[in-house]
C-alpha cells in the first residue's frame, strides 16, 4: 500500500512539472525549416527556409501565422543563425555577399540595413542579438579556431525593450 502511494505521488510530480506545448498556428512551420528564434515578446519568429535551393530568413507573425516584409534580406542568400531583439524591431542574420560572410542587422522600424563586417580571416558562424540589440555575440570561426566576441551596438541602435520602450511600425498599427 506504501509503495502504490508512493508512486501515485511521484506520478502526479512528474505530470505537475511537465511542461506545456503548444502548436504553431497552421501555416506558421512549413516542412524544411531551421534555426529559429522568437522574439523576447514572444510575438514573431524567423525561421530558416529553403527557398529555391537557397537558406532565407522569413520572419513571422506567430498570433497570426503570416510573413512579414524583409527589406535587405530578400537576396545575399544563403542566411543563417536568425536572432531578433525583445519586439522583433532587430533581426540580427548572417549572410553572404560575394565571397564574404557578413553579420546583418535590418532594422524594421526605419527600414535600414547594418551590415558588421568582421577583420578578414574571421567568418561569422553563429549570432545572438541581446533583447534590448544593445550587445551583439558573434562566434566566429579563424583558421580553424572558435571564438566568441561581444560587439557594443549601443553607438548604432536604439533599445529595444519591453514595457513599449519603441514605437510601432505604420504596419504593426494597423494589426
Do not use: F
Not at 536572432?83 to 532587430?90: D, T
Amino acid at each position: 500500500m506504501t509503495r502504490r502511494l508512493l508512486l501515485v505521488l511521484l506520478a502526479l510530480g512528474l505530470v505537475a512539472c511537465e511542461g506545456r506545448s503548444t502548436r504553431a498556428p497552421s501555416g506558421l512551420l512549413a516542412p524544411q525549416q531551421q534555426d529559429p528564434a522568437l522574439s523576447g515578446n514572444g510575438r514573431l519568429l524567423a525561421v530558416i527556409e529553403d527557398q529555391n535551393g537557397r537558406p532565407t530568413v522569413q520572419l513571422r507573425d506567430v498570433q497570426g501565422g503570416g510573413s512579414l516584409r524583409l527589406r535587405h534580406l530578400s537576396r545575399h542568400q544563403p542566411h543563417s543563425s536568425p536572432s531578433l531583439s525583445w519586439n522583433g524591431r532587430y533581426l540580427a542574420v548572417i549572410t553572404q555577399r560575394g565571397n564574404h560572410r557578413l553579420v546583418l542587422i535590418e532594422d524594421r522600424l526605419t527600414g535600414k540595413a547594418h551590415p558588421l563586417h568582421l577583420p578578414s580571416g574571421r567568418d561569422p558562424v553563429q549570432v545572438s542579438l541581446a533583447p534590448d540589440a544593445r550587445k551583439l555575440a558573434i562566434q566566429t570561426a579563424d583558421q580553424g579556431r572558435w571564438r566568441v566576441e561581444v560587439i557594443d551596438l549601443s553607438g548604432m541602435l536604439e533599445p529595444d525593450g519591453p514595457g513599449g520602450q519603441r514605437r510601432t511600425t505604420p504596419s504593426e498599427a494597423n494589426r
